[in-house]
């Protein structure tokens, strides 16, 4: 699953998805086929994976609670230099002064 925006979500919900989101990571640790998810049996896959994105420092996002924050791995996006892209793909293609292009 892939959750967009994740920390715009109201603190109250998220310490409710945190336990949830626990309970599967657990299951999928202990190589369980099923569990027992809010009363219900819930069949494990091994491939299963849980993401999420956020967008910190725009209005209206919030901070995750850390337990929250232990569930999950950062990485950081930038946005790409399109510029140096395009400039190391002439290149490859043989152009000779690629950067003046």
Not at 47 to 73: H, Q, W
């Amino acid at each position: 699953s892939c959750f967009d925006e994740f920390n715009r979500i109201d603190l109250e919900v998220l310490s409710v998805v945190a336990q949830q989101i626990l309970t599967i990571q657990q299951a999928k640790s202990a190589n369980k086929q099923s569990s027992i998810f809010e009363g219900t049996q819930l069949s494990i896959r091994a491939t299963c994976s849980v993401f999420i994105t956020m967008n910190p420092g725009y209005a209206g996002r919030s901070e995750l609670p850390d337990n929250l924050k232990a569930l999950f791995r950062p990485v950081a996006m930038m946005v790409p230099d399109y510029a140096m892209i395009a400039e190391i793909s002439l290149y490859s293609f043989g152009f000779v002064d690629a950067r003046s292009l």
